[in-house]
């Protein structure tokens, strides 16, 4: 299991016409942060992360499955704590950097709204 807690919210983080979020550490960029949830990882999984088609992710009081991960996800969430949470339908060529959610709908996001990757 994998914890997180939006620690910062930039002001163009959310935009309800793009059903994205794009997770960034603490170490972001200040151009970066203004485009981005911040969020402090509260484990440190030995192993890596185990992310998967299937798996499940709670987001606030939000429960979603994960229909694709993207080859560059694990890599980046260990260096530099990013993502991208696509809670839309997989394209035909998904984002390598993302995780596409399902069910489509954006979760309640607030400073201290965690994040469960079961």
Do not use: C, W
């Amino acid at each position: 299991m994998i914890k997180s807690k939006i620690t910062a919210i930039g002001p163009q983080a959310i935009d309800e016409k793009q059903p994205l979020l794009i997770l960034f550490g603490e170490t972001a960029s200040e151009r970066l942060r203004e485009v981005s949830l911040i969020h402090g990882f509260e484990n440190d999984p030995i192993g890596g992360y185990d992310i998967k088609k299937g798996s499940k992710v709670r987001i606030g009081s939000s429960e979603y499955e994960v229909e694709f991960v993207g080859q560059l996800v694990e890599s980046n969430l260990t260096s530099i704590g990013h993502t991208v949470l696509a809670f839309k339908e997989v394209p035909e060529t998904p984002q390598e950097n993302a995780i596409y959610l399902k069910p489509h709908a954006m979760p309640k996001i607030e400073i201290g709204t965690e994040i469960v990757f079961d």
